[in-house]
């Protein structure tokens, strides 16, 4: 393992019911990979906890499952820029964390927090919406044909080696109101599947990642494309890359992995562009 796989896992909790999923999560994902677990609860200034250290930690200590053991962190300050320092400072080689909430139709909200970590992060982020049962074992990446998802492939494929991986490319015919031949919508399609399996070629990728990599073209846009992958393949993991680097990465995380992360039913790895 590289010394980023051995870094530890690091999971944020804001002390919520919520949060179980992400914490359980984090826990698996710690013991599988042999690496330390480390549990971080940002404390707001001025508060009960900042006033009382030893009660916060008893707290912090309380909503892990019996028998974990964890490095606790208690940083005082502002929850996503510490957060993303804490990872930072102990090597994390992923970050952990759940979403504000859901509504009974499907969307997923983030939060401030989680977006801020996404926006901000220098290591993959995890973003649990599941109750784990079990290790990953479904993976779908997304791919607009970009060294950016390249990236975020190859991290997935390292973190998860022992785990085939669905990479999914939409494609569509331009003006399809008025180019309505069959002949102009197969070569669409022929070009589109050529196009990613030159992709998963010439990437760079190790041979192993190669030979667990089912491509896969479907038609619509990038954001439809995923989405009627993951209703036919039910995925339990979706790999998203996040587009920019500094400021502009602060400014979007791109439309489509942004639209991705508030609808998709399973829990998503965002990767970061490497900067």
């Not at 502002?78 to 009974?104: H, K, L």
């Not at 041979?207 to 990599?213: G, M, N, S, V």
């Amino acid at each position: 393992m590289s010394d980023q796989q051995t870094g530890p896992v690091l999971v944020a909790t804001n002390l919520s019911a919520r949060d179980d999923r992400a914490i359980d999560r984090a826990v698996m994902l710690a013991r599988h990979r042999g690496v330390e677990l480390v549990v971080v609860h940002v404390v707001k200034p001025g508060s009960r906890k900042a006033e009382d250290a030893e009660r916060a930690r008893t707290e912090l200590a309380e909503v892990l499952p019996d028998g974990v053991d964890a490095r606790l962190c208690l940083p005082i300050g502002s929850a996503p820029q510490e957060i993303t320092r804490v990872a930072g400072e102990t090597g994390a080689q992923m970050i952990v964390t759940g979403v504000a909430r859901f509504n009974d139709i499907g969307d997923y909200f983030l939060g401030t927090s989680v977006d801020h970590i996404l926006r901000h992060a220098k290591v993959p982020v995890l973003v649990v919406k599941r109750r784990p049962h079990a290790p990953y074992a479904k993976l779908l990446a997304a791919t607009d044909l970009s060294e950016t998802s390249a990236g975020a492939i190859a991290v997935a494929g390292a973190l998860f080696p022992d785990r085939r991986m669905r990479v999914v490319h939409g494609w569509h015919v331009p003006f399809a109101g008025w180019q309505k031949a069959v002949h102009v919508r197969d070569e669409t399609e022929t070009a589109a599947k050529k196009a990613l399996i030159a992709f998963v070629a010439e990437s760079g990728f190790p041979e192993p990642l190669r030979d667990r990599i089912e491509p896969l073209t479907l038609e619509g846009g990038a954001e439809r494309a995923v989405i009627d992958a993951i209703e036919s393949y039910r995925p339990d993991l979706l790999v998203l890359g996040t587009q920019g680097c500094g400021g502009f990465r602060q400014a979007t995380l791109g439309s489509t992995a942004s639209a991705l992360l508030s609808s998709a039913p399973c829990d998503a790895l965002v990767v970061p562009p490497a900067c």
